[in-house]
T-cell receptor, first 113, second 112 residues
């Protein structure tokens, strides 16, 4: 199994630009999670989906952030417009609903200048 | 909601010694407690987990204990090796939701 796949691995953009992060969960997994990791705030859950449906988006910092899961094998996290404080590593993780173990992707390191 | 606290934030041990990391949780409904290891620049990786129907689980040099009454759980690493150096995260979850609530992490350094 290829594991959770994320792209891009690194993204450098200027303030005000739109950023789209992509995630492909492990085949057969039906829960998907987006996390943000910074030194100051640690590992924060942004949003998660069960069976492609958003269940809890209370961790999304503000309206500039949006996430979609159009099908079982693909999800996006979009930031528009981006700001320097959005600089972080963004992880996607997936699991089998009910199984609880989450498997993380390699992450996307986002730098907003 | 659930609140997970983790201590210590940093821990240094001599190679061969044991390391213990402790976490407490607030939600008595939590019943799943995983531990993740994150090496520098890498993704968090699940190393061991425990469910609330058992008090201890071991996997080679790693063990986790759970005290449901006190609402705390611990990670024990014996015979530490330099490759154990990493940041370790505890987490908690209840059966009503499959999201995890993470602790703030412990940076473990094993000194050769």
């Amino acid at each position: 199994d290829a594991g959770v796949i994320q792209s891009p691995r690194h993204e450098v953009t200027e303030m005000g630009q739109e950023v789209t992060l992509r995630c492909k969960p492990i085949s057969g997994h039906n829960s998907l999670f987006w996390y943000r990791q910074t030194m100051m705030r640690g590992l924060e859950l942004l949003i998660y989906f069960n069976n492609n449906v958003p269940i809890d988006d209370s961790g999304m910092p503000e309206d500039r952030f949006s996430a979609k899961m159009p099908n079982a094998s693909f999800s996006t996290l979009k930031i528009q417009p981006s700001e320097p404080r959005d600089s972080a590593v963004y992880f996607c993780a997936s699991s089998l609903l009910g199984a609880r173990e989450q498997y993380f992707g390699p992450g996307t390191r986002l730098t907003v200048t | 909601g659930e609140n997970v606290e983790q201590h210590p934030s940093t821990l240094s041990v001599q190679e061969g010694d044991s390391a213990v990391i402790k976490c407490t949780y607030s939600d008595s409904a939590s019943n799943y407690f995983p531990w993740y290891k994150q090496e520098l620049g890498k993704r968090p990786q699940l190393i061991i987990d425990i469910r609330s129907n058992v008090g201890e689980k071991k996997d080679q040099r790693i063990a986790v204990t759970l005290n449901k009454t006190a609402k705390h759980f611990s990670l024990h690493i014996t015979e530490t090796q330099p490759e154990d150096s990493a940041v370790y995260f505890c987490a908690a979850s209840n059966s009503g939701a499959n999201n995890l609530f993470f602790g703030t992490g412990t940076r473990l350094t094993v000194i050769p």
